[in-house]
């Protein structure tokens, strides 16, 4: 099946520092999204990107979908802003779609 | 606009002991349905997707099932808990063919002991 990696599994950044998470996947994909956990448990859509470049505020995300890979940027980093970062990818197998989610990358914003 | 439910939001079960988690949807027909499960400090681990009223899939041979005896409503279940089934457990659901975007409920934190 599909391997989704993310990286760095831990991140530790100074508030108002910038910041990029990769997602690596291993096959074709037909939708990738980016989640943040808060610290509560509930899973924040962030970015719903199968191709190309998205912008909210002061988060970015890029997928190239043919070199297999996506980035979430956050920018001016916020005390709030930590928690868990995953990306899932979907895809279609033996005609079900299903969702397989990365490893996360556990961010952390020091005051 | 489509919500999500979940409950409950935290449950303390004994070993042996059955299990009943249900998740409905609002505000749409016929989504796909998934339940996905969280052990601490790891990554989300896809249990069982339904694309229709009693069509469920298995993705990992576990101590659980599911059931969807409506077509926005998904249920989690098991006869006889286990230590190792402790762990948050969440619902998804999205639209269409799949290839949509996924909205997941708020979660249950399920502790057995």
């Known amino acids: 099946g599909i391997q989704v990696e993310q990286s760095p599994p831990d991140l530790i950044l100074q508030e108002g520092a910038n910041s990029t998470l990769r997602c690596n996947f291993s096959?074709?994909?037909?939708?990738l999204q980016w989640f943040h956990q808060n610290p509560w448990g509930q899973l924040i859509n962030l970015f719903y990107i199968p191709s190309g470049t998205k912008q909210n505020g002061r988060l970015s995300a890029t997928t190239v979908a043919t070199e297999r890979y996506s980035l979430l940027y956050i920018s001016s980093s916020q005390t709030t802003d930590s928690g868990v970062y995953f990306c899932?990818?979907?895809?279609?197998?033996?005609?079900?779609?299903?969702?397989?989610f990365g490893t996360g990358t556990r961010l952390k914003v020091l005051a | 606009s489509q919500t999500i439910h979940q409950w409950p939001a935290t449950l303390v079960q004994p070993v042996g002991s059955p299990l009943s988690l249900e998740c409905t949807v609002e505000g749409t027909s016929n989504p796909n349905l998934y339940w996905y499960r969280q052990a601490a400090g790891r990554g989300l681990q896809l249990l069982f997707y339904s694309v229709g009223i009693g069509q469920i899939s298995s993705e990992v041979p576990q101590n659980l099932s599911a059931s969807r005896p409506q077509d926005r409503q998904f249920i989690l279940s098991s006869k006889k808990l286990l230590l190792s089934d402790s762990g948050f457990y969440l619902c998804?659901?999205?639209?269409?063919?799949?290839?949509?975007?996924?909205?997941f409920g708020q979660g249950t934190r399920l502790t057995v002991v």
């Open positions: 096959d074709s994909v037909n939708n």
């Open positions: 899932a990818v979907g895809s279609t197998t033996s005609g079900t779609y299903k969702y397989i």
């Open positions: 998804a659901w999205n639209q269409g063919w799949g290839n949509t975007e996924a909205f």
